[in-house]
């Protein structure tokens, strides 16, 4: 049981070039945490569990003060840099345990609707678009990885429509894509955008702190959160801060960190626009590991997500950010030739989390200690969904829902480096074998 302190061994490094959020406005200056500041309850971390955890924490105790605490700014973290894909059903080729599936997939419905409502509600100008997405394969090589998605599907009882190649050059205007599994429901968004609506409609009784990375987590005396310029006390600390919680030294070896990158072009023109289909946007998912996340967006802009890099460093040096910059210049000019040289409003890396058993981190860990991470497949949504719930089981609030989440098995212990840098790079391995062409 964790007694004394613990201090933060890395904080956040994600880096520049996130171009969901540099293209945005600049916020207003940051209310960074200074003295004491005293809360009822403490979340870490401003993604999107953290949020949501923050918002219904004061829903359901509205004489409560809640503080939100972030290392960085909202928006410029993994849940403002991904690519936007916010999944109401997810399937993939690997799924075993139908059961497991099934509860997982409920949680993702129910996290779709949950954000789409807050955007909706708050009037969040985020380019949220009910397009749907395509499971995409290049090469016949993986259209059993194709098959696996549209098997799961069917399984899961939710309906999708084959694409075949000329389908495929209709919508994106290109010949690259030999077969597709369309599915609608799910939504893209720009999510620094999102993040940054879901942080400006806090209820009232949140107080959130930007550029405030906690340093120390201590419980002499209490819980007390150690920033730079001041210190938090709170009767209940929630770790929402995903990879880094083992950084504060809990949650160890639960979480496998996947660094992926993504590149966003400058708006194209209309010469432009003309080569990538009918429709004015897309989302294509890769159905192979190896494959491109691509998207138009509303905005007419390319977006390329590839490459996988354990991240145990949880850093991008900038070697290897000009080797994904290439890798994605290539990825476009394999798709569409006359866009090649189209420039890049930024590239950038961000971590995700995996389990071993795609199993859940939920619940307490510690006296006046809970913890939510999301991993594995559809984290935003999922993790948006499972930050509510954390905070309704804080406050007693049982529902089917929750009862689904808790039913699901917890994230199973992985082995320390070396082993696990070892058996991660034989995963990525095996999937550029499966899927040279794919990305
Ligand atoms: C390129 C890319 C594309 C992706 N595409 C998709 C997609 O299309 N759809 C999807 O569902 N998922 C996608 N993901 C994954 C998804 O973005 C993440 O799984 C999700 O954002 C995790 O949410 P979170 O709230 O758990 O963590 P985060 O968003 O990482 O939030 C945790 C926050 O904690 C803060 N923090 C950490 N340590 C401290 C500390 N010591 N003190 C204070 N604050 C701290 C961090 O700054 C961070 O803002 C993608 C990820 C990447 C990198």
């Known amino acids: 049981m964790f007694s004394g302190s613990r201090k933060a061994r890395k904080l956040p490094n994600d880096g520049p070039g996130n171009a969901w959020y540099e293209t945005l406005p600049p916020p207003p200056p940051a209310r960074v945490v200074n003295g004491t500041v005293r809360a009822d309850f403490a979340v870490i971390g401003a ?20 503080v939100l605490v972030e290392a960085t700014r909202v928006g410029y973290g993994t849940s403002g840099r991904n690519a936007g894909f916010m999944l109401d059903h997810h399937s993939h080729g690997g799924m075993k ?9 409920r949680l993702f419905a129910a996290g779709t609707a949950y954000l789409r409502n807050l955007v909706a509600e708050h009037q969040i ?34 309906p999708w429509q084959p694409v075949d190649r000329d389908g495929m050059e209709e919508i994106t205007g290109t010949r690259f894509y030999r077969h597709g599994v369309r599915a609608e429901g799910s939504a893209l968004v720009q999510p620094a955008a999102m993040m940054r609506g879901l942080a400006a409609t806090l209820p009232m009784n949140v107080t959130l702190f930007e550029d405030s990375p906690v340093l120390e987590l201590a419980t002499r005396g209490g819980l007390r959160l150690v920033c730079p310029e001041g210190v938090i006390e709170a009767d209940q ?16 070896h639960r979480i496998v960190p996947l660094a992926t990158f993504a590149s966003l072009t ?29 998207r138009l967006t ?29 890798n994605h ?9 006359g866009l090649a040289d189209v420039e890049f409003a930024g590239t950038w890396g961000g971590i995700l989390g995996f389990t071993r058993n795609e199993g859940t981190v939920f619940g307490a860990i510690g006296p006046g200690l809970w913890a939510v991470m999301t ?42 480096d070396p082993i696990l840098r070892f058996l991660v790079n034989r995963e990525i391995g095996k999937a550029a074998a499966t899927g040279p062409g794919e990305r």
């Open 125 to 158: 100008q985020c380019d949220w678009s009910d397009w749907g997405r395509i499971y995409v394969a290049a090469e016949d090589t993986t259209q059993s990885a194709l098959q696996g998605v549209a098997d799961g599907f069917d399984r899961l009882g939710v």
């Open 47 to 66: 993604g999107t569990c953290g949020c949501a955890v923050a918002r219904r924490l004061a829903e359901l105790r509205p004489d409560d003060r809640i």
């Open 266 to 294: 400058r708006p194209l023109n209309e010469v432009e626009k003309a080569q990538v289909g009918s429709e004015g946007e897309f989302g294509l998912l890769p159905a192979n590991a190896n494959g491109s996340t691509v």
């Open 375 to 416: 991993a594995d497949a559809a984290p935003m949504t999922k993790g948006a969904i499972s930050g509510k719930l954390l905070a309704e089981h804080i406050c007693g609030l049982d529902s089917e829902l929750l009862g689904v989440l808790l039913s699901l098995p917890k994230a199973a212990l992985m082995p320390p």
């Open 237 to 252: 600390v929630i770790l929402a801060n995903h990879v880094f919680a083992e950084e504060l030294g809990f949650l160890k």
């Open 97 to 105: 345990h139908m059961e497991a599936a099934a509860k997982n997939d």
């Open 329 to 337: 210049r290539h990825s476009i000019a394999g798709r569409w030739p």
């Open 298 to 326: 509303r905005d007419g802009r390319i977006l390329m997500r590839n490459t996988l890099h354990y991240a145990r460093a949880k850093h991008f040096p900038p070697e290897l950010m000009a080797e994904v910059a290439g």
